[in-house]
């Protein structure tokens, strides 16, 4: 196929509550062939499928509904072509939905979908969804025939990006270098403006604080090769570090596994070649897995959680008449507590000499976290500790999830185009599979580095930054050596590889003491990938942990002292 012009693909969503006027910003702010938004995580799932418990035609973002209500013509007017994931559990009632949406507006538009991925059909036990992860070969297919919209349910997220590269580009399911370049396109522009400056450990770097950040958008090429930037005159900043940010976010070993392509991130190059504009280039890939990934939501049970306000002396004895007094009048089959930092001595406001006490109840019948949770709680407040408050009233007992994931044979899920003619096409696997080593890029021990004479203690966020997420009951951890032009930064970054082990991570992070930690190398990115398994529990929704998400966790971590060679800071 003769060399075509890179397509300019965006993105103007990161999760089901982004920004709403993010579509209108990005088909507004410059040039794009495709928009692009990511609706689901696992957390969103089980919200979705908790609507179709109330109202079973729903199960899909209803905020990209509002979104192409005020957005869908001029999408038309500049043939800008949608594709998202905002199907969840239902794309074909929200393709329904668009085109009525186009009715009601005058417009003719051609909106297909994507289904398949549910397979709760499959029998996992105790599933309120079940859903495999699918490819991007469909969302080709649908555009290949002249989609405008395209919707879809459960696809990986970095798909909406394969998708529309593979039909642009015309690659075959073997171009595995060229998808795996996609996959990286995709994978940092799935969370949004996490690639231009959120969440950034270097945020004081940014250019404006004022400007609420731009949505990123990828230059893809015709050998896999691309250019994230976004678009002229939005805030925030693209940067090989914001860039860098988002590829170590929620990934585990160096093999990623897509349904379309194995991806090596540890052949990844980054380059800045502008303002705001970085190459990702040299991304090399292998066949895909032979099974897919199903992410299994089930309802666990129900929790509730209070809090109580404790203020100046005799903290923990206070603490311990709480727990006392209430804890044998509770009956849910589990109850965590936790304690807040102790205040300092002699603070000087009241909130400063305060700390909080956290009661979590869960069971699998909503009695016992209700008032028979509370209502215990309550009748404290004249008898218990001296100056008792409560942060709020306890509310009723909530609902929650738990998150697993299981793995299936292709033949079992069929992966479907529904054109906007109402043809179906089904999607063929892929002619050839692999197996990823992900033993490859484990950190070695003991580390090939030479041995640190003369050691400071400082901050690990001196010259380090840090990306932290979940991958369902795992907390993923991305550290990498900033690039502040520094002539240190190779000594910098064969520091961090070599101090950076299982065993100094639960020396950082104590409460992973009794748990699997794994430590993968990307010397590439001045990087390693830190995954600690279990230390989530059951997943965000079921985590009683006071970061569930482990959104925090790579701040904390930067905040630690480390022993760190003399003269690399």
Not at 172 to 198: F, I, K, P, R
Not at 315 to 328: T, Y
Not at 484 to 493: A, F, L, N, T
Not at 529 to 551: H, I, Y
Request: glycine share 12%; aromatic share 6%; charged share 25%.
């Amino acid at each position: 196929m003769a060399d075509v012009a890179p397509m300019r693909i965006g993105n103007c969503s990161g999760f089901y509550g982004d920004r709403l006027s993010a579509m209108r910003e990005m088909l507004e702010g410059g040039p794009l062939d495709v928009l692009t938004g990511d609706y689901l995580a696992e957390l969103t799932m089980l919200i979705l499928g908790r609507d179709t418990m109330k109202d079973a035609s729903t199960g899909y973002a209803k905020t990209f509904v509002r979104q192409l209500e005020d957005c869908l013509g001029l999408a038309l007017e500049r043939g800008v072509r949608i594709v998202s994931n905002a199907g969840g559990l239902n794309p074909a009632g929200l393709a329904d939905r668009v085109r009525e949406i186009a009715q009601g507006l005058g417009l003719d538009a051609n909106v297909a979908h994507v289904e398949g991925d549910d397979v709760r059909a499959l029998s996992f036990e105790g599933a309120l969804t079940a859903n495999a992860y699918l490819g991007g070969f469909g969302i080709a297919a649908a555009l290949r025939e002249g989609a405008d919209v395209v919707v879809t349910g459960r696809v990986t997220d970095a798909s909406l990006v394969v998708g529309p590269a593979v039909a642009h580009h015309g690659w075959s399911e073997t171009s595995y270098d060229e998808l795996a370049g996609a996959v990286v396109a995709g994978h940092v522009l799935e969370c949004g403006t996490q690639a231009t400056g959120g969440n950034f450990s270097g945020f004081r770097s940014l250019p404006d604080h004022t400007r609420p950040l731009g949505f990123p958008l990828a230059e893809v090429a015709g050998d896999g090769s691309s250019v994230i930037t976004k678009h002229p005159g939005t805030g925030g900043a693209v940067t090989v570090d914001t860039v860098t940010a988002q590829l170590l976010y929620e990934i585990q070993s160096t093999r990623y596994l897509n349904p379309d392509v194995t991806t090596h991130l540890d052949t990844i190059t980054l380059r800045e070649v502008g303002p705001d504009r970085v190459e990702v280039s040299g991304v090399r890939g292998e066949a895909p897995p032979e099974r897919l990934k199903v992410g299994v939501n089930e309802l666990g049970g129900f929790r509730n959680t209070a809090e109580f306000v404790l203020t100046g002396l005799d903290i923990e004895a206070k603490a311990d008449w709480v727990r006392e007094q209430l804890s044998p009048a509770l009956t849910a089959a589990e109850v965590s507590w936790t304690l807040t930092a102790l205040p300092p001595p002699d603070a000087d406001t009241e909130e400063g000499a305060s700390c909080l006490l956290r009661c979590t109840v869960k069971d699998p019948r909503p009695e016992p976290v209700g008032r028979a949770f509370t209502g215990p709680a309550v009748e404290l407040a004249l008898a218990s500790y001296p100056g008792f408050t409560m942060t709020s009233p306890p509310a009723a007992g909530s609902p929650y999830g738990v998150y697993r994931a299981e793995y299936v044979d292709r033949a079992d899920v069929t992966h479907t185009v529904v054109h906007a003619d109402g043809r179906r096409e089904v999607v063929a696997d892929p002619p050839a599979f692999g197996e990823a080593d992900h033993e490859h890029g484990r950190r070695p021990s003991p580390y090939p580095a030479p041995t640190d004479a003369v050691t400071r203690r400082m901050p690990l966020g001196t010259f380090v930054h840090a990306r932290s997420g979940d991958k369902g009951g795992d907390a993923n951890l991305g550290l990498w050596v900033a690039h502040d032009g520094s002539e240190k930064y190779d000594d910098r970054v064969t520091w961090l590889q070599k101090v950076i082990t299982p065993r100094k991570v639960r020396e950082l992070v104590p409460e992973a003491a009794d748990l699997e930690v794994e430590v993968y190398l990307l010397p590439n990115l001045g990087a390693v990938n830190v995954l600690v398994r279990g230390l989530l529990g059951e997943g965000v929704a079921a985590s009683t942990r006071f970061d569930p998400q482990a959104k925090g966790l790579g701040e904390w971590v930067r905040s630690r002292m480390v022993h760190m060679r003399e003269g690399l800071a």
